[in-house]
């Protein structure tokens, strides 16, 4: 039996994680701490066997965990993950799993050094119709991908649920951005698995098109250029709807994602293929069943060494496209290239099953 402990006891936890932990009969969550003492009482009825601390320090310093499961707001990331690594814990954080190269660098070194799993949670590969999509590009069905559209529509950011009418979200000091930094992650992360390669280039322009009092981007148009494709990016809290829609287009058909709904259209193959979801993929992140098999691989990677690489390789991809994002905005929207950094992107091979 693994022991957990969870830091931050938000809606992400309460919603994701904590539902997650509990089905597993080999992982018990023994010790959960947040900054709000308020929490307590919510610890206390969702896991009662665990045991509250009052601050990180007390709580590494104390109790006897195999794990913790960071899930507080992006800025206390790094500080907690090294605090973490330096007791001899392994780390799964929730994305983004830093606000800065720097930051990266820091803690993948710190993570071989102390020879500890640093795991990000990329939930989003687990949502039953972005795991579809995955299926239909793995067995060839629209040839090679030349060109994707993603849109997030959004009529603002996630509520954060401090009991204050402020929201972290929109805190650049807290969240380390807006929307870039709360939806370009899982983006970034899903585009570079669907298309099997690294990027080359990125462009981007970061505006505020209705939330003119916020100190953050609202709206995010990104391209990426990719050895054989381009994917053309746009992210907004500013829309009067809320949904999620994409298309991949292929050498031999083309994909569409309609927030509930699949649609594959392949040239001159008959008619074309319809998948409905339960559940939209606007719905949100909190999904426990998406959480299940990011666990699995966590753990995996806790018990076996050679399971490593590839989620890892996917934050270095993802906190660099956004530093590129931000500069390249800076810069009126300029193309620069992306550099090669330590990690590589991963060989399919090298990526985890998608299977729960």
């Avoid at 913790?68 to 993950?81: E, F, K, V």
């Avoid at 606000?99 to 710190?110: G, I, K, T, W």
């Avoid at 966590?298 to 076996?304: I, Q, R």
Wanted: with cysteine; glycine share 8%; net charge positive.
């Amino acid at each position: 039996m693994l022991r957990g402990a969870i830091i931050g006891l938000g809606n992400v936890a309460l919603h994701g994680h904590v539902p997650g932990w509990l089905r597993r009969r080999d992982v018990e969550i023994i010790a959960v701490t947040d900054a709000l003492p308020a929490r307590r009482a919510e610890c206390e009825a969702r896991l009662p066997g665990a045991r509250w601390y009052d601050s990180v320090e007390e709580l590494l310093a104390d109790a006897p965990v195999d794990f913790a499961d960071i899930c507080t707001p992006p800025s206390s990331h790094a500080p907690l993950i090294r605090r973490a690594l330096g007791r001899g814990v392994h780390v799964l954080c929730e994305k983004p799993l830093v606000c800065s190269l720097d930051e990266f660098r820091s803690v993948a070194r710190l993570a071989a050094a102390t020879h500890r799993v640093l795991h990000t949670v990329h939930n989003w590969h687990h949502a039953p119709m972005v795991r579809q999509i995955w299926e239909v590009l793995r067995r060839g069905e629209i040839g090679e991908v030349t060109k994707v559209v993603w849109h997030t529509f959004r009529t603002g950011p996630a509520a954060a649920r401090d009991g204050h009418s402020s929201n972290w979200r929109v805190d650049p000091a807290v969240a380390g951005g807006g929307v870039l930094t709360d939806h370009g992650w899982h983006v970034f992360y899903i585009l570079q698995r669907w298309l099997g390669a690294r990027p080359t280039s990125v462009s981007a322009r970061l505006e505020t098109r209705r939330h003119a009092g916020w100190p953050v981007e609202d709206t995010a148009t990104v391209k990426l250029t990719f050895p054989r494709a381009t994917a053309d990016v746009l992210l907004t809290w500013a829309s009067d709807v809320r949904r999620n829609w994409a298309e991949l287009a292929g050498t031999k058909g083309r994909v569409e994602l309609r927030d509930d709904t699949l649609i594959v259209k392949r040239a001159g193959r008959g008619r074309d293929r319809h998948w409905s979801f339960s559940s939209p993929l606007s719905d949100g992140s909190h999904h426990a069943d998406w959480f299940e098999p990011v666990a699995n691989h966590f753990l995996a990677e806790m018990t076996d060494s050679r399971q490593g690489g590839a989620n890892l390789a996917e934050a270095s991809l993802c906190v660099a496209l956004e530093a590129l994002a931000r500069e390249s905005s800076r810069r009126g929207g300029q193309t620069l290239p992306l550099p090669m950094t330590s990690f590589p992107a991963p060989t399919p091979s090298a990526w985890p099953s998608l299977s729960r």
